[in-house]
T-cell receptor
Framework: AAGVIQSPRHLIKEKRETATLKCYPIPRHDTVYWYQQGPGQDPQFLISFYEKMQSDKGSIPDRFSAQQFSDYHSELNMSSLELGDSALYFC????????????FGPGTRLTVT | GENVEQHPSTLSVQEGDSAVIKCTYSDSASNYFPWYKQELGKGPQLIIDIRSNVGEKKDQRIAVTLNKTAKHFSLHITETQPEDSAVYFCAATSGRYSGGGADGLTFGKGTHLIIQP
């Protein structure tokens, strides 16, 4: 079965640079979520989109923004990168939003030097 | 907001024995409780979930129980096998967007399950 696709899988950036992470949900899924996971930590919810509208907002820094496009894929834009932004970034997708099963992608490992 | 506590942080069991991981949550409005298994370098994998209108759910060697009154839920793995070794996360939704929208999950800190041969 098709899974969530994330690109790139690995990304190295310098401080103060900008990064864009992409997420392609499971076909027919209409909801995407973004999570950040630091080393040895649990995933932290950043933001979600349902039917291309921002739905729920977690601990997303003001330097980050995201959107969902008409084909349901999503992009997480990260500006003025800091060393502390180094983490795994996961996208998850679900069908029909709240209380729905969230399926996670393989993640993008972002390293800020 | 929601707060999820998970215990133990590390659990070592002999192959073939059972493992139990426990979680508590704080928001009485939470209505969906999934469990994820995460192997090193991979994304969390949904293994079982339970909703607030159900007390217990079982899928082969895995079962989850929910006590809404006490606000706790548990994962039970029977007949453990080496491939069960991983980090397990419980999670809960705040339920702020019932009927639509997309709730983010609040995760517990994780349990590192080690299956001893």
């Amino acid at each position: 079965a098709a899974g969530v696709i994330q690109s790139p899988r690995h990304l190295i950036k310098e401080k103060r640079e900008t990064a864009t992470l992409k997420c392609y949900p499971i076909p027919r899924h209409d909801t995407v979520y973004w999570y950040q996971q630091g080393p040895g930590q649990d995933p932290q919810f950043l933001i979600s989109f349902y039917e291309k509208m921002q739905s729920d907002k977690g601990s997303i820094p003001d330097r980050f923004s995201a959107q969902q496009f008409s084909d349901y894929h999503s992009e997480l834009n990260m500006s003025s990168l800091e060393l502390g932004d180094s983490a795994l970034y996961f996208c998850a997708s679900s069908l029909e939003g709240a209380g729905a099963e969230q399926y996670f992608g393989p993640g993008t490992r972002l390293t800020v030097t | 907001g929601e707060n999820v506590e998970q215990h133990p942080s590390t659990l070592s069991v002999q192959e073939g024995d059972s493992a139990v991981i426990k979680c508590t949550y704080s928001d009485s409005a939470s209505n969906y409780f999934p469990w994820y298994k995460q192997e090193l370098g991979k994304g969390p994998q949904l293994i079982i979930d339970i909703r607030s209108n159900v007390g217990e759910k079982k899928d082969q060697r895995i079962a989850v129980t929910l006590n809404k009154t006490a606000k706790h839920f548990s994962l039970h793995i029977t007949e453990t096998q080496p491939e069960d070794s991983a980090v397990y996360f419980c999670a809960a939704t705040s339920g702020r967007y019932s009927g639509g929208g997309a709730d983010g999950l609040t995760f517990g800190k994780g349990t590192h399950l080690i299956i001893q041969p």
